[in-house]
């Protein structure tokens, strides 16, 4: 049953790449990176390692992929912009053949599910473990990632200021 559910993440993993590098609409771009930050959270949560699936949905979902969606439409806000909207009957109904299977596959799979993994060393990837190690060993390189995120913010603000006055 793993090796099943692992198959159906990939195969969201490796559909959101594609999807990214192939798509010419920005947002589809950014649809597929989040269906990408969310198969990988699945992979996390697959190797019970609590800590990183909720880091990746926390951050990678949560904050960088609606971040970029926002920005997405609130910058491409031209009508010409925009995709375009064919929705008919015809569309509507491969789409549910093709969503069909795949729900019904993963719903068969949740009902089969045994809900019993190999077992793990105690405190493996737990956050309280995981915060410990951070904040201890891997101090210096954590505060130097912050700080060097706190630049690119602050850069990003004084460039985007810049170009305000500019067009003004």
Same mark, same amino acid.
């Given at each position: #049953?793993? *090796?099943?559910?692992?198959?159906?993440?990939?195969?969201?993993?490796?559909?959101?790449?594609?999807? /990214?590098?192939? *798509?010419?609409? %920005?947002?589809?771009?950014?649809?597929?990176?989040?269906?990408? #930050?969310?198969?990988?959270?699945? #992979?996390?949560?697959?190797?019970?390692? *609590? $800590?990183? $699936? +909720?880091?990746?949905?926390?951050?990678?979902?949560?904050?960088?992929?609606?971040? *970029? /969606?926002?920005?997405?439409? %609130?910058?491409? =806000?031209?009508?010409?912009?925009?995709?375009?909207?064919?929705?008919?009957?015809?569309?509507?109904?491969?789409?549910?053949?093709?969503?069909?299977?795949?729900?019904?596959?993963?719903?068969?799979?949740?009902?089969?599910?045994?809900?019993?993994?190999?077992?793990?060393?105690?405190?493996?990837?737990?956050?309280?473990?995981?915060?410990?190690? +951070?904040?201890?060993?891997?101090?210096?390189?954590?505060?130097?990632?912050?700080? =060097?995120?706190?630049?690119? #913010?602050?850069?990003? /603000?004084?460039? %985007?200021?810049?170009? +305000?006055?500019?067009?003004?």
């Amino acid at each position: #049953m793993e *090796s099943i559910i692992f198959f159906i993440l990939a195969f969201f993993l490796l559909s959101g790449a594609i999807m /990214i590098v192939f *798509s010419k609409e %920005s947002l589809y771009s950014a649809i597929g990176f989040l269906m990408v #930050m969310i198969a990988m959270a699945g #992979m996390f949560a697959l190797l019970h390692h *609590s $800590f990183l $699936f +909720l880091a990746q949905i926390l951050v990678g979902v949560g904050a960088v992929v609606v971040l *970029s /969606i926002m920005i997405i439409l %609130s910058i491409n =806000l031209k009508e010409e912009n925009q995709p375009k909207q064919n929705i008919t009957r015809k569309n509507i109904l491969f789409t549910t053949l093709i969503i069909a299977p795949i729900a019904g596959l993963l719903l068969y799979a949740i009902a089969k599910a045994p809900f019993a993994f190999a077992p793990i060393a105690q405190h493996f990837g737990t956050i309280e473990t995981m915060g410990k190690v +951070l904040f201890t060993h891997w101090v210096l390189p954590f505060e130097i990632v912050s700080i =060097l995120l706190l630049g690119a #913010m602050v850069g990003a /603000i004084v460039l %985007s200021r810049r170009r +305000l006055h500019v067009e003004s």
